[in-house]
C-alpha cells in the first residue's frame, strides 16, 4: 500500500520505516527541509538503536521517500498517519496542539480523493473528535476524507521492536465509518497475522488508551518509589521488597524499579496534561492522586541532593561531584525532563564542581547545560570526584570495576540513584555506597 506519514521526528520517522519494512510504500513529510535532507541520507538525528540502518534500508530499497510539500502527499496515498509532537505549554500543565492543528490545516486543502487522516499523537480525549470536524471543513467540497484514532506505544531505545511487535493495536474510528477499519487492517495485515490483538472503538477510548496506559506506569513507578520512602524510613529495602511484590501475578515485576524516578518525554507532561483535561471536563477528583505520583517522582530527586549533603558535610560548595549519565533513561540519548540533567543542574547551582558524563547524550545535555562540566569516560569524570551519583543505569556503568574507579577518586562515595549497581562487589572494593530506598 502507499502511505504518508507526516513529522518525521522520533515517532514517525521510526513509523515510516516500519512500515516501509512492513513492504508499504511510504512517503515522509516534513516542514523541515533540513530533517528531510538528513533522512533522505540516511542519518537520523536522535540515538535509537537500529533506526538509521532501517530508514538507510529503505531509502535504498526506493520503499521510503521524503518530502517537505503537503500538496505531494495528498496526492501520494490515501493513508496519511499524522505522527507529531504534543509538548507541554509553557503553563507547565496542558498538550501544545499547534502542530497536530496545523497537519490537518495543511493537508486538508489538497485532499481532493478519499483520504484517511490517522492520528498517533498522544492527545487530550476529545481532540480526535474536534480534528475530525476540522478535516472535514477544510478538504475541498465533497471530498471523502476521515479521520482514525490510533495512539503509538513505542518505548525509546525499543521504538523498532515495539512498533513491528507491539503488545496491541488500538484504533478508534468514527460513528457510522464503516470504510475505515478494513483500510487499516490491510496496512497492519502483518501484525495482525502475527496475532496482534486489536482493539477497535470510538476516538475518545482510543485516546484514552494511551493517556491512561502512561497515568497506571507512572503510577506504578511512583507507588514503588514511595515504598522506597517508607523503606528508608523503616529500615527495609525496597529492591527485595519489589522482588517479593512481583513474585505475585496481579501485580508483576515491570515498572516496579524504585530508583530516581521517571522523566523523558512522554510520562511527566502526559500525566499533567491528562490531569488538566480531567478537570476541563470536571471529573478533576478522579485524576487527583496524578499529582500525588507526580510529586513522588519529584521528592526522589530531593533525596538524592539529601543523600549528596549528608556524604560531602561542610557544604557543596567547591565540591567536586561526577554525575553518571544524564539522558532520562539508558539506551536514549534523550535528556527531556531527565532526572539525571536535573540533579547534576541542582548540584552545579549549589556551587559543587560536577562532571557528567554519559555514553550518548552528551552533545543534547551541552546544548541544554552549557554551564557544566563534561567528561569524556566514566573514569575521567570521576578523577578527583569527593562523591560519584549514578543516574542512569546505562550497561558501561554496571560493567566498570570498582577497585579501577577507587584509584581516580578523592573519596569513594557512590549514590547508585537507579539500584542497579552490585552493592556488596562496591563495598568490597572500599566504597560508602548509598542507594535509594536500601539501607
Ligand atoms: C513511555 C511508555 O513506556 C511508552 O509506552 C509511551 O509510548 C511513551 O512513554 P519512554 O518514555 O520511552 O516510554 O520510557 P520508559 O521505558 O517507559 O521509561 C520512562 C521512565 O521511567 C524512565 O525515566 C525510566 O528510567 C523510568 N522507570 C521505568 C523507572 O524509574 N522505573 C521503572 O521500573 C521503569
Redesign the pocket.
Known amino acids: 500500500m502507499r502511505l504518508t506519514v507526516i513529522g518525521t521526528g522520533y515517532l514517525g520517522a521510526t513509523h515510516a520505516a516500519c512500515m516501509a519494512e512492513l513492504g508499504h510504500e511510504v512517503l515522509g513529510v516534513d516542514v523541515d527541509p533540513d530533517k528531510i535532507a538528513a533522512l533522505q541520507s540516511g542519518s537520523v538525528p536522535f540515538y535509537e538503536p537500529g533506526l538509521a540502518e532501517l530508514i538507510a534500508e529503505h531509502v535504498a530499497s526506493g520503499r521510503l521517500r521524503f518530502t517537505t510539500s503537503y500538496r505531494q502527499a495528498a496526492a501520494f496515498a490515501e493513508v496519511h498517519f499524522s505522527c507529531v509532537g504534543t509538548p507541554q505549554l509553557p503553563d507547565g500543565q496542558g498538550a501544545d496542539l499547534r502542530y497536530v492543528d496545523a497537519v490537518i490545516e495543511s493537508l486538508a486543502p489538497y485532499l481532493d480523493r478519499p483520504a484517511l487522516v490517522v492520528g498517533k499523537s498522544?492527545v487530550p480525549v476529545g481532540t480526535a473528535a474536534r480534528l475530525s470536524g476540522r478535516l472535514a471543513e477544510l478538504a475541498p467540497a465533497g471530498a471523502r476524507v476521515r479521520l482514525a484514532w490510533n495512539p503509538?506505544?513505542?518505548?525509546?531505545?525499543f521504538a523498532i521492536e515495539?512498533t513491528l511487535r507491539p503488545d496491541r493495536l488500538v484504533i478508534g474510528f468514527d460513528d457510522g465509518d464503516s470504510a475505515s477499519e478494513p483500510l487499516l487492517r490491510e496496512v497492519y495485515r502483518p501484525l495482525l497475522d502475527a496475532g496482534v490483538p486489536l482493539v477497535v472503538t470510538d476516538f475518545p477510548t482510543a485516546e484514552l488508551a494511551?493517556t491512561s496506559?502512561?497515568a497506571f506506569?507512572a503510577t506504578?513507578?511512583s507507588f514503588?518509589?514511595a515504598m522506597a520512602e517508607v523503606c528508608e524510613a523503616a529500615g527495609a529495602d525496597v529492591a527485595q521488597l519489589s522482588a517479593a511484590l512481583s513474585y505475585d501475578t496481579r501485580i508483576g515485576g515491570?515498572?516496579?524499579?524504585?530508583?530516581?524516578?521517571?522523566?523523558?518525554?512522554?510520562?511527566p507532561k502526559?500525566i499533567r496534561a491528562f490531569r488538566t483535561r480531567a478537570e476541563e471536563l470536571g471529573v478533576g477528583r478522579a485524576l487527583a492522586f496524578l499529582d500525588e505520583v507526580d510529586a513522588i517522582n519529584l521528592r526522589r530527586r530531593d533525596r538524592v541532593m539529601e543523600l549528596a549533603a549528608e556524604l560531602l558535610p561542610g557544604g557543596l560548595s567547591g565540591r567536586r561531584v561526577a554525575v553518571w549519565g544524564c539522558a532520562?533513561?539508558p539506551d536514549?540519548d534523550d535528556i527531556r525532563d531527565s532526572?539525571a540533567l536535573d540533579l547534576a543542574g541542582r548540584l552545579h547551582q549549589a556551587g559543587a564542581s560536577v562532571s557528567v558524563y554519559d555514553p550518548h547524550a552528551m552533545d543534547n545535555a551541552r546544548k541544554l547545560r552549557p554551564e557544566l562540566d563534561y567528561g569524556t569516560g566514566p573514569l575521567e569524570s570521576a578523577q578527583g570526584a569527593e562523591l560519584i551519583l549514578h543516574l542512569t543505569e546505562w550497561r558501561d556503568f554496571r560493567e566498570l570495576d570498582p577497585r579501577a574507579v577507587a584509584e581516580v577518586v578523592a573519596r569513594p562515595q557512590i549514590v547508585d540513584g537507579?539500584n542497579v549497581l552490585d552493592r556488596d562487589g562496591w563495598r568490597a572494593a572500599g566504597w560508602t555506597f548509598r542507594s535509594l530506598g536500601r539501607q
Open positions: 498522544t503509538e506505544f513505542l518505548r525509546e531505545g515495539d494511551k496506559a502512561n506506569l506504578k513507578i514503588i518509589n515491570r515498572f516496579l524499579h524504585a530508583g530516581v524516578g521517571f522523566g523523558g518525554g512522554c510520562l502526559d532520562f533513561k536514549s532526572p537507579r
